[in-house]
């Protein structure tokens, strides 16, 4: 069973900048693609980054160039680093994984990924 912890989330001001961490259980970094999804109430979850065993990186076009997606394999610990941020990042942000789905896959659908974090918010006020 893979168990991922999220942290990282908090308030920050429209063009600050934030960076979730996801511990995971044991070295999946080689064998599983990760990413990282957010749901705003009253929508949808939809994937926002996700990055493969060889590091191969997929974004959503709302994130492109604001957001970057790592993994720091010796921590077991993916990261999120936003900046940029506008109101419209705000969510809860969950971290997933999956062995069989690639990065695309990940970001196409949250369907795509098996195992899920239990989330950090993030808030961001104009």
């Known amino acids: 069973e893979v168990q991922l912890v999220e942290s990282g989330g908090g308030s920050v001001q429209s063009g600050g900048s934030l960076r979730l961490s996801c511990v995971v259980s044991?070295?999946?970094?080689?064998?599983?693609?990760m990413g990282w999804y957010r749901q705003a109430p009253g929508k949808e979850r939809e994937g926002v980054a996700a990055i493969d065993s060889d590091g191969n990186t997929v974004y959503a076009d709302s994130v492109k160039d604001r957001f970057t997606i790592s993994h720091d394999s010796a921590e077991n610990t993916l990261y999120l680093q936003m900046n940029g941020l506008t109101p419209e990042d705000t969510a809860m942000y969950y971290c997933a994984a999956d062995r069989w789905s690639g990065p695309s896959a990940l970001v196409r659908s949250h369907s795509a990924a098996r195992f899920w974090g239990q989330g950090t918010q993030v808030t961001v006020s104009s």
């Open positions: 044991g070295d999946i970094f080689s064998s599983f693609s």
